[in-house]
């Protein structure tokens, strides 16, 4: 079993930038592709990003591409979502998690961590 433990979020201004990290443990992460999704309140879960197991292929939602970048250290068995120009429509619950496939659907994802949460306001 792998556990995912997200931190950085908070209570930021339209503008602004954070750095989300998701701390593995468990299990290493380094053979599984990591993806990062958001929640909105009263809304599904979407997906944000995602990264191969070696780093060399992000992919991202077309909300958040040229604002947000996906990384990982495997050494340090973490994955980041580095999130900038950050608007009030990106306030959400942002979720990581480990998965068989670097896709887009939740279903490709088998681990999940109780996720940050990110408010952007003015």
């Known amino acids: 079993q792998m556990q995912l433990v997200e931190s950085g979020g908070g209570l930021v201004q339209p503008g602004d930038s954070l750095r989300l990290s998701c701390a593995a443990s468990g299990l290493p992460i380094s053979s599984y592709p990591m993806g990062w999704f958001r929640q909105a309140p009263g809304k599904e879960r979407t997906f944000v990003a995602t990264i191969t197991w070696s780093g060399g292929i992000t992919n991202y939602a077309d909300p958040v591409k040229g604002r947000f970048t996906i990384s990982r250290d495997n050494a340090k068995n973490t994955v980041y979502l580095h999130v900038n120009s950050l608007k009030p429509e990106d306030t959400a619950v942002y979720y990581c998690?480990?998965?068989?496939?670097?896709?887009?659907?939740?279903?490709?994802?088998?681990?999940w961590g109780q996720g940050t949460q990110v408010t952007v306001s003015s």
């Open positions: 998690s480990a998965g068989t496939v670097a896709g887009r659907l939740k279903n490709n994802y088998v681990y």
